[in-house]
């Protein structure tokens, strides 16, 4: 089965230090995206990348949070410096050029900023 | 403005059928897609409609209706392991996708 690669899996940080959170989507897949989910707000949009360049990230904070996809093989999504407000499921998901076919999401990376 | 809106809770029984609404607002739109999402785990892909009309895929159905800004999951022959979090969202054709909070559906024995 192709899957999508997020590590690590949970990460426990100290407010102010920086989280790298990785994601390695389905080879072939062109449309990566990375979302945020809590209990308050659902899934949310932070990022995505067609044919690794970057079209969308209006639903992330700037000042913090960045997200590059420097080979096709690999995505990144850095928080610095984080803050307990940070802590959430962070998702990675792939896919085709249109929608038809849904998106493969990653098992996740659980950020606890303490 | 861009709204997603689903009931946060449902309960049903084993072996029953389960209707789950979803209701959005959003600028634009080319379809609207369902995720299963079991607690703990990343959500899966059950079915995206485009079309007007009910789509049907084994246990599970989706029905859309794009004049009235709504579409329904339907669950059949619900099983214990349906037990999960139901995820609709709406595709504005602009890659982004909005998701309700989801419905909480716990099916009982």
């Known amino acids: 089965d192709a899957r999508v690669t997020q590590t690590p899996r949970h990460k426990v940080t100290e407010m102010g230090q920086e989280v790298t959170m990785r994601c390695q989507p389905i080879l072939g897949h062109n449309t990566v995206f990375w979302y945020r989910q809590t209990m308050m707000q659902g899934l949310e949009l932070l990022a995505y990348f067609r044919n690794r360049a970057p079209l969308d990230d209006s639903g992330m904070p700037k000042d913090r949070f960045s997200a590059e996809m420097p080979d096709a093989t690999l995505a990144t999504l850095k928080i610095q410096p984080s803050e307990p407000r940070d802590s959430a499921v962070y998702f990675c998901a792939s896919g085709g050029s249109t929608g038809a076919h849904g998106y493969t999401f990653g098992s996740g990376t659980r950020l606890t900023v303490v | 403005g861009q709204n997603i809106d689903q009931p946060t809770e449902m309960t049903a029984t084993e072996g029953a059928i389960v209707q789950i609404n979803c209701t959005y607002q959003t600028s634009g739109f080319n379809g609207l897609f369902w995720y299963q999402q079991h607690a703990g785990e990343a959500p899966t892909f059950l079915s995206y409609n485009v079309l007007d009309g009910l789509e049907e895929k084994g246990r599970f159905s989706s029905f859309l209706s794009r004049s009235k800004g709504y579409s329904y999951l339907l669950l059949k022959e619900l099983q214990m392991k349906d037990s999960a979090s139901y995820l609709c969202?709406?595709?504005?054709?602009?890659?982004?996708?909005?998701f309700g909070t989801g419905t909480r559906l716990k099916v009982l024995a």
């Open positions: 969202a709406s595709d504005s054709g602009t890659y982004k996708y909005i």
